[in-house]
């Protein structure tokens, strides 16, 4: 991976997310409430091979949310984490199109569209699920700190968990 695809990767994933927490935090305060909402997937918790990159973007972001509701408590502003199927992350981004001009039709533009639009490999059930998750817990007075989504992902985080426990229990002394 280039060096300029790691800097893009935390500038998406990690920058981004800092910048609109750093223009929020002001108006939240002033209205004394508001609940920032950070979407990551199972690879903030168990990182695979070919997404190095974006598995630390993502724990990154989990650490800083975390040290950020620590800090914003006081103000009645809350931070909710929710963790998805890695596949949210990985093969969507949900576009609403503009009705389609048929001279954009052939082109680059227009093939990508086609795809986009067209994609089986859309995860729709996840998707679903994972907007019905932060949908429930948007208004909230009380929201978690984290919510997962999806069994897999409950599934894997468990087993990371005993994984550590088990290492904790062997190895601590």
């Given at each position: 991976?280039?060096?300029?695809?790691?800097?893009?990767?935390?500038?998406?994933?990690?920058?981004?997310?800092?910048?609109?927490?750093?223009?929020?935090?002001?108006?939240?305060?002033?209205?004394?409430?508001?609940?920032?909402?950070?979407?990551?997937?199972?690879?903030?918790?168990?990182?695979?091979?070919?997404?190095?990159?974006?598995?630390?973007?993502?724990?990154?972001?989990?650490?800083?949310?975390?040290?950020?509701?620590?800090?914003?408590?006081?103000?009645?502003i809350?931070?909710?984490?929710?963790?998805?199927?890695?596949?949210?992350?990985?093969?969507?981004?949900?576009?609403?199109?503009?009705?389609?001009?048929?001279?954009?039709?052939?082109?680059?533009?227009?093939?990508?569209?086609?795809?986009?639009?067209?994609s089986?490999?859309?995860p729709?059930?996840?998707?679903?699920?994972?907007?019905?998750?932060?949908?429930?817990?948007?208004?909230?007075?009380?929201?978690?700190?984290?919510?997962?989504?999806?069994?897999?992902?409950?599934?894997?985080?468990?087993?990371?968990?005993?994984?550590?426990?088990?290492?904790?229990d062997?190895?601590?002394?």
């Amino acid at each position: 991976m280039e060096d300029w695809q790691v800097a893009g990767q935390i500038e998406s994933s990690f920058v981004n997310c800092t910048n609109v927490m750093e223009v929020m935090v002001p108006v939240f305060k002033k209205q004394q409430y508001g609940h920032f909402i950070a979407v990551t997937d199972i690879n903030a918790s168990s990182g695979g091979p070919g997404v190095g990159v974006l598995s630390g973007t993502q724990q990154a972001v989990e650490s800083f949310c975390e040290g950020v509701a620590l800090s914003l408590l006081s103000f009645n502003i809350r931070v909710t984490i929710v963790q998805t199927d890695a596949e949210i992350t990985l093969l969507t981004n949900p576009v609403v199109f503009a009705k389609p001009l048929p001279k954009y039709k052939s082109t680059l533009v227009g093939k990508t569209r086609d795809i986009l639009a067209n994609s089986t490999r859309f995860p729709t059930k996840a998707f679903d699920n994972t907007l019905s998750a932060i949908t429930a817990i948007a208004g909230i007075k009380d929201p978690p700190g984290r919510l997962f989504v999806g069994e897999n992902v409950i599934d894997q985080v468990k087993n990371k968990l005993t994984t550590f426990s088990e290492e904790l229990d062997n190895y601590s002394d």
